[in-house]
């Protein structure tokens, strides 16, 4: 038992490098993530979950399809997706650092790349499936989906600090509550736009905060940076006195 204990927490430590997590779900997730890298076969590589969770998205965006050209049934499909995606897209990052083989910026720029093309295929697939104009709430959430990535990349960016959350909600959310529109919809037929519309929304108010953040923390570091410069005109300026 005490052995275990202690796997768990050296397996914590090193999933939670370079990582800030701020999602509501961050306690359950991380020791879930921390249990699975422990168990992943040591063939299976980075980039081999990425594929798989890739894969995720993929059965996500063909759920819609086939729903809209086979039956509504066939939108739970998109469950096991989103499953699939939450394992891949959580556990390639903080496997490559549970082995002490991390590719940091190979990493990141993998990872932004594949959840934005998974991100819209996802919102192609709704639009198939979406009647009339609802097929622009696909579109909107993907634009605002959008938004959030850039957010948080420029929030690493400037405060040097990656986090893929935006507040209380991250991936882990948002894929949950797609899953529990998408399970609605299977249930009560039509219902999926109105949903995805208020999600849609909430996640415009969300990116609205977040982005009023960004900018204060933009605001600090031009301060600071400036600060830097006069202090170093001045050390400059001091030698040349003393010169």
């Given at each position: 038992?005490?052995?275990?204990?202690?796997?768990?927490?050296?397996?914590?430590?090193?999933?939670?490098?370079?990582?800030?997590?701020?999602?509501?779900?961050?306690?359950?997730?991380?020791?879930?993530?921390?249990?699975?890298?422990?168990?992943?076969?040591?063939?299976?590589?980075?980039?081999?979950?990425?594929?798989?969770?890739?894969?995720?998205?993929?059965?996500?965006?063909?759920?819609?399809?086939?729903?809209?050209?086979?039956?509504?049934?066939?939108?739970?499909?998109?469950?096991?997706?989103?499953?699939?995606?939450?394992?891949?897209?959580?556990?390639?990052?903080?496997?490559?650092?549970?082995?002490?083989?991390?590719?940091?910026?190979?990493?990141?720029?993998?990872?932004?790349?594949?959840?934005?093309?998974?991100?819209?295929?996802?919102?192609?697939?709704?639009?198939?499936?979406?009647?009339?104009?609802?097929?622009?709430?696909?579109?909107?959430?993907?634009v605002l989906y959008g938004w959030e990535m850039i957010t948080a990349q420029l929030r690493y960016k400037i405060?040097?600090?990656?986090?893929?959350?935006?507040?209380?909600?991250?991936?882990?959310?948002?894929?949950?509550?797609?899953?529990?529109?998408?399970?609605?919809?299977?249930?009560?037929?039509?219902?999926?736009?109105?949903?995805?519309?208020?999600?849609?929304?909430?996640?415009?108010?969300?990116?609205?905060?977040?982005?009023?953040?960004?900018?204060?923390?933009?605001?600090?570091?031009?301060?600071?940076?400036?600060?830097?410069?006069?202090?170093?005109?001045?050390?400059?300026?001091?030698?040349?006195?003393?010169?």
């Amino acid at each position: 038992m005490s052995s275990t204990k202690t796997n768990m927490a050296k397996s914590l430590r090193l999933i939670s490098t370079d990582r800030q997590r701020t999602n509501i779900l961050r306690a359950w997730e991380q020791k879930s993530i921390a249990y699975l890298v422990q168990k992943i076969p040591s063939w299976i590589s980075s980039d081999g979950l990425t594929a798989i969770g890739s894969f995720g998205n993929l059965m996500v965006a063909a759920s819609f399809v086939m729903g809209a050209y086979l039956g509504r049934n066939w939108l739970l499909l998109s469950l096991l997706g989103f499953f699939i995606n939450w394992f891949g897209d959580s556990l390639d990052g903080r496997m490559a650092y549970y082995r002490s083989r991390p590719r940091k910026w190979y990493g990141f720029s993998l990872d932004v790349t594949v959840d934005w093309i998974g991100t819209i295929l996802i919102g192609l697939g709704f639009t198939i499936y979406a009647p009339g104009a609802w097929k622009y709430v696909g579109f909107i959430f993907v634009v605002l989906y959008g938004w959030e990535m850039i957010t948080a990349q420029l929030r690493y960016k400037i405060g040097g600090q990656y986090s893929i959350d935006s507040g209380i909600f991250g991936p882990t959310e948002v894929r949950l509550l797609l899953a529990a529109i998408i399970t609605v919809e299977v249930f009560l037929p039509g219902t999926i736009q109105y949903l995805a519309s208020v999600a849609a929304l909430f996640l415009l108010i969300s990116n609205f905060t977040e982005t009023r953040k960004l900018l204060i923390l933009a605001d600090a570091r031009d301060k600071e940076d400036r600060m830097a410069k006069e202090k170093e005109k001045e050390q400059q300026s001091h030698r040349k006195e003393n010169a």
